[in-house]
């Protein structure tokens, strides 16, 4: 792929940062976090000098409803060669597995103002996007290396704020609204048409990038080429900061106001080197994105 714009190609985004959630939704908690929303902006801030059209959703506009319905127009309206970027700024959270593929026997979560979408739901989400459609994610939460953990990160410095709903909140929500997140993932399954491989499965297969082939072998042909930058590993937590997260303010830094250069790859080496050994991101690929790795990055 080249890594100059071409003239048919068209970019999408959609940018979500929640400073808080719903205390209905969520036990009475309401996880208030203090960078989120500038982190949407100022992703949105770059895709409109890439020539991307945003839509940007913060805390109370962050809905489920929202979210899906901005996924399923994207996917509608993008063919070959077009791109689409995600990105999400918030806390990751964790609800019961239902379909047994989880190790940890938790599926992986994004803290929606009104409730969690499972990582099970976006997976298949982002499967209903054409062949040829490029799809960048970058997920500044916990939860976000291979979206999967099976043992507890260790505490934050002092006086710092974590990307992550505490397992007593988790377990809390779960069982106050156990039926609606258990027919999410039967809904999932029952859309997909057969037993669902969760997605974890597949990236935690991509321990190297460019192993895009093992991943299709466990979850079947992915049309679309991803990309998932993620904020820290499995074992790790994502800061949140005063005016960025810690992942996204290395970002913003690396980026430079578009005065980068090189390769996806490139990008995620320069963004884990400036942030400390306590929060190391992730780079997976699903789907054919051999060449999309060597693209500039944001290039629609």
Not at 130 to 135: E, L, N, T
Not at 183 to 209: E, F, R
Not at 240 to 265: I, M, P
Not at 269 to 287: C, D, H, M, V, Y
């Amino acid at each position: 792929m080249a890594n100059n714009k071409t003239a048919s190609a068209q970019g999408l985004a959609l940018h979500i940062g929640l400073n808080s959630v719903s205390e209905a939704a969520y036990s009475g908690w309401s996880g208030p976090l203090a960078a989120c929303e500038f982190d949407a902006n100022d992703m949105a801030a770059i895709a409109k000098t890439r020539g991307m059209k945003s839509t940007v959703l913060l805390t109370k506009k962050a809905t489920r409803a929202h979210m899906l319905a901005s996924l399923r127009s994207a996917a509608k309206a993008l063919k070959a060669g077009d791109l689409f970027l995600l990105t999400y700024s918030g806390h990751g959270g964790q609800v019961p597995d239902l379909n047994g593929d989880e190790a940890d026997k938790k599926d992986e979560t994004w803290c929606l103002f009104d409730g969690q979408l499972i990582d099970d739901e976006l997976y298949l989400e982002l499967s209903k996007f054409k062949a040829g459609v490029r799809i960048l994610v970058l997920s500044d939460s916990c939860h976000s290396g291979s979206v999967t953990r099976e043992l507890p990160p260790p505490p934050p410095p002092p006086g710092q704020r974590v990307k992550l709903m505490p397992d007593a909140v988790a377990r809390r929500v779960y069982t106050e609204h156990q039926a609606f997140y258990d027919k999410l993932q039967q809904d999932v399954i029952q859309a997909a048409g057969k037993a669902v491989v969760d997605p974890d499965a597949a990236l935690a297969a991509l321990a190297q990038v460019g192993a895009a082939a093992h991943a299709t072998t466990l979850v079947g042909s992915f049309r679309p080429a991803v990309i998932l930058i993620s904020g820290c590993q499995d074992n790790q937590t994502s800061m949140d900061g005063e005016h960025n997260g810690a992942f996204t303010e290395a970002l913003l830094k690396v980026w430079n106001q578009g005065r980068f250069r090189g390769s996806y790859d490139a990008f995620h080496t320069r963004i884990r080197a400036a942030l400390p050994a306590s929060q190391s991101p992730n780079l997976f690929t699903l789907g054919q994105a051999g060449g999309f790795l060597q693209q500039t990055p944001f290039t629609v």
